[in-house]
């Protein structure tokens, strides 16, 4: 039997981009097909179904954006520099016009307590991004741009919840500004004492 050549990445970043558009269950085979640019007989033989390419899209998702969070980091003298400039990059995403949905917010939303393997493979996901935050927190404070007396584990929690706060609220389409301060007293509450 022959394998279908396609490039994987290309193909799973159009299914990203279809789930987050439509969320998975109105995500019909024929959007996938044309999103993929493959048939439904490739994509379920490199990936078995709709579930399939789901999770593969969700591990790429990960690998996408644990590229995209490092790459904020690389070159800064001062790693809480890093930081801020990614809060930066959440806000100035969520104030476009059009307003990219994250895929796992999108994805746990619709499949929680539906599906417990996508459920565990977004909370893993969310478990390894809080862990990054808490590292890059951990050599802030290090630096001295974070008190001391401050839990970066309870830090990252917090900057976790506080960016899906703005992604949300981002929604209700605030006036302009709005987000940008919501994300400076996220970072303002990181070094107060």
């Known amino acids: 039997m ?18 987050i558009s439509k969320g998975y269950s109105k995500t019909s085979m024929q959007d996938l097909k044309l999103a993929t640019g493959l048939h ?19 591990e790429q998702y990960r690998n996408d954006r644990s590229a ?10 001062q790693v809480f520099d890093g930081i801020v400039a990614y809060l930066d990059s959440v806000v100035a995403e969520c104030e476009q016009d059009e307003i990219r ?13 539906q599906d417990a393997e996508v459920e565990a493979l977004i ?11 808490c590292t890059r927190l951990q050599l802030a404070q290090q630096q001295g741009a ?4 401050k839990d970066c584990a309870a830090l990252s929690r917090f900057l ?16 302009k500004g709005v987000l940008a301060q919501l994300g400076h007293q996220l970072l303002d509450y990181l070094q107060q004492s």
Not at 40 to 58: D, Q, T
């Open 2 to 19: 022959r394998t279908a050549e396609f490039d994987r990445q290309q193909v799973l970043r159009a299914a990203m981009d279809a789930f």
């Open 40 to 58: 439904p007989g490739s994509i379920y033989c490199a990936f078995e179904n709709k579930r399939g390419l789901l999770l593969a899209a969700l």
């Open 68 to 77: 995209q969070f490092d790459a904020f980091f690389a070159g800064q003298a």
């Open 101 to 113: 949905d994250c895929l796992l917010q999108k994805a746990l939303s619709e499949l929680s307590h």
């Open 123 to 133: 909370g893993s996901m969310l478990t390894d991004w809080q862990q990054a935050f």
């Open 146 to 149: 974070i008190p001391a007396a």
């Open 160 to 175: 976790v919840m506080g960016i899906y706060g703005i992604r949300t609220y981002a929604h209700t389409k605030p006036a």
